[in-house]
């Protein structure tokens, strides 16, 4: 990565609940990692959609110098322009696909410290591709430049990760993915100490599809007490739907797999299969949203209910948007701006407030009013305190650096740039680059983030206030999209 840990390296052990890990540390810098420690398995006797379980206890010192395998990959989207499917370059070529792919890794600047403040990072990939490895995303670059412990993942992803299948076959088949996530930060609790990080000093962030599951996390009983803070990036509680909607999606799945006489076999058939089924699904709707569900079970209720009735507890958020969300998507594709709104699932009613302006339908409901609902709704509950940022900087080494506003996942550029070595980036985006993750170190220790010299003020109902992130930050009233009973009065 061209960070400067040129040096003596040396072997470095830990002990975890289910066996030691052999990693490796750099000197003199004392930075030091642990690659692809399992902290779960998908049980061989449940196989294919079952929910996750400890791994079995081992006995020697297990090496964990490598990236573990990551969730099978599907593509995002279908570019009927082209008729190609498209994926975006979320996958890191030379990672193993497998379905049983739990596993972490744990980035400490020198694991004979104690108590370091622990971030847990959540991947983006629109919940059907990405690791916690994905090329040109490094967040282990903030322990190493800010003295914290950075956790990185994988999970099952797109329908490995979420086909919910409990009214169609008779089997528990809810939220693996969120399952998955919730063992994870299990492991983090239990093990982490080991590892020179805090277990009662937690912080997740992510970003995209990584700051939706964290949405669904902050509305998880089972949550509780796994975390005591969370930054989402890009990203609310809204990516649930009903027991009955994720029924009838699993149905139409089952039919592009020509398994509807036979729903069982989809336990068995090869995973190429299931690939297939989605690239189907992918040419009947051009995009293909992978949610949560509101089973009743592993999510008692939607996320945003369960927040306004006292889940999350006292955890403290950083909730955060680009300026220019929409602007990625015809960028990437011909129409996909069109192809974004026309997938979201929006009620007719609210999207024809909009009519042909995907741009502006894209930034108004799915990021600023999943962002507004979510800060409203926390700060109304009265325990922890909320921040709200808008990054407005245009990297000059970003591959759109003609655009005129930040695109959606502009801001990783700033989150996760070495600092130690910046290669072509310009003094201004290392100037932004130090507000963006001063501001998170800040918050993960428990502190009022401060940018530039500008402290937060604390999101609260009535004032509304965010921190504009750009090279000269700055404090400003947040406007937000007309709520329905104020866009219908304008009618």
């Known amino acids: 990565?061209?960070?400067?840990?040129?040096?003596?390296?040396?072997?470095?052990?830990?002990?975890?609940?289910?066996?030691?890990?052999?990693?490796?540390?750099?000197r003199p810098s004392g930075f030091a990692l642990w690659r692809g420690i399992p902290y779960g398995t998908v049980p061989p006797d449940g196989g294919r959609f079952a929910g996750p379980v400890r791994p079995e206890p081992w006995d020697r010192v297990r090496p964990a110098l490598r990236h573990g395998s990551m969730s099978w990959q599907l593509p995002p989207v279908h570019d009927r322009?082209?008729?190609?499917?498209?994926?975006?370059?979320?996958?890191?070529?030379?990672?193993?696909?497998?379905?049983?792919?739990?596993?972490?890794?744990?980035?400490?600047?020198?694991?004979?410290?104690?108590?370091l403040p622990v971030l847990v990072w959540f991947h983006p990939g629109m919940q059907v591709a990405g690791s916690g490895s994905m090329p040109g995303r490094h967040p282990e670059v903030l322990s190493r430049n800010h003295g914290v412990v950075v956790?990185?993942?994988?999970?099952?992803?797109?329908?490995?990760?979420?086909?919910?299948?409990?009214?169609?076959?008779?089997?528990?088949?809810?939220?693996?993915?969120?399952?998955?996530?919730?063992?994870?930060?299990a492991w983090v609790k239990e093990n982490i100490a080991a590892f020179?990080?805090?277990?009662?000093?937690?912080?997740?962030?992510?970003?995209?599809?990584?700051?939706?599951?964290i949405g669904s996390l902050l509305g998880c009983r089972a949550a509780d007490g796994l975390f005591e803070r969370a930054a989402l990036y890009s990203g609310g509680c809204?990516?649930?739907?009903?027991?009955?909607?994720?029924?009838?999606?699993?149905?139409?799945?089952?039919?592009?797999?020509?398994?509807?006489?036979?729903?069982?076999?989809v336990f068995s058939v090869p995973n190429v299969h299931l690939k297939v089924a989605h690239e189907r699904l992918l040419r009947r709707h051009e995009i293909v949203h992978y949610r949560d569900v509101v089973d009743g079970v592993h999510l008692s209720r939607p996320p945003i209910e369960a927040i306004g009735a006292g889940a999350a507890g006292?955890?403290?958020?950083?909730?955060?948007n680009t300026a220019n969300e929409a602007g990625l998507w015809d960028r990437l594709m011909p129409g996909g701006a069109r192809v974004m709104a026309r997938g979201a699932g929006a009620g007719a009613a609210r999207t024809a407030r909009y009519g042909t302006d995907h741009e502006r339908f894209i930034n108004a409901e799915l990021f600023l009013r999943p962002s507004h609902d979510l800060l409203r709704t926390k700060a109304a509950s009265g325990s922890g305190r909320c921040w709200y940022q808008v990054y407005d900087h245009v990297p000059s080494n970003h591959s759109f650096a003609d655009a005129d506003r930040a695109l959606h996942g502009m801001d990783l550029a700033s989150l996760l740039l070495d600092l130690s070595a910046p290669g072509a980036a310009s003094e201004a985006d290392v100037t932004v680059a130090r507000h963006v993750q001063g501001?998170?170190?800040?918050?993960?220790?428990?502190?009022?983030?401060s940018t530039g010299g500008v402290p937060w003020p604390v999101y609260d109902g009535a004032a509304e206030k965010l921190v504009r992130i750009c090279r000269e930050p700055r404090v400003e009233t947040a406007e937000w999209p007309l709520d329905d009973d104020h866009a219908a009065a304008g009618r």
Do not use: I
Not at 94 to 102: G, K, M, R
Not at 165 to 182: F, I, P, S, Y
Not at 314 to 320: A, F, G, N, P, T
Not at 442 to 447: I, K
């Open 314 to 320: 006292r955890v403290d958020l950083l909730v955060s």
């Open 81 to 115: 322009a082209s008729g190609t499917l498209r994926d975006f370059g979320f996958a890191h070529a030379a990672v193993p696909e497998h379905e049983d792919c739990l596993n972490l890794s744990v980035y400490t600047p020198d694991p004979g410290r104690a108590r």
């Open 238 to 265: 809204e990516n649930v739907v009903s027991r009955d909607a994720a029924t009838g999606f699993a149905r139409e799945f089952l039919e592009c797999a020509g398994l509807v006489d036979d729903p069982a076999r």
């Open 151 to 185: 956790v990185t993942m994988n999970f099952r992803l797109g329908c490995w990760g979420h086909l919910f299948l409990d009214d169609l076959v008779g089997r528990d088949t809810a939220n693996l993915r969120l399952r998955d996530q919730l063992l994870a930060l």
């Open 196 to 213: 020179g990080g805090d277990d009662t000093d937690v912080t997740l962030f992510g970003e995209s599809a990584g700051a939706h599951n």
């Open 1 to 26: 990565m061209g960070n400067g840990l040129e040096g003596q390296k040396v072997p470095v052990v830990r002990t975890t609940a289910a066996g030691k890990v052999g990693g490796v540390q750099h």
């Open 439 to 449: 501001a998170l170190v800040d918050f993960a220790r428990g502190r009022c983030p």
